[in-house]
């Protein structure tokens, strides 16, 4: 796990808030992955196009 990546925990607790995972096709991504890539942009402080390749 990153550093500015959610625990288990947290993800616990923030995962049934969020709508259900779909099968949809095209540019669907992870939850957790797309939480993760929003709280790293936030914590650092770069610019979006700076965001590393694994949060999508």
């Known amino acids: 796990m990153a550093r500015?990546?959610?625990t288990d925990r947290e993800?616990?607790?923030l995962e049934p808030l969020l709508?259900?995972?779909g099968r949809r096709r095209g540019r669907w991504r992870d939850?957790?992955?797309v939480?993760?890539?929003i709280c790293?942009?936030?914590r650092t402080g770069a610019p979006w196009r700076d965001m590393p390749e694994?949060?999508?």
């Open 11 to 13: 993800w616990a607790i």
């Open 19 to 21: 709508p259900e995972q």
């Open 4 to 6: 500015f990546e959610l």
């Open 40 to 42: 790293w942009v936030k």
């Open 35 to 37: 939480i993760n890539g």
């Open 54 to 56: 694994r949060y999508g």
């Open 31 to 33: 939850h957790r992955q």
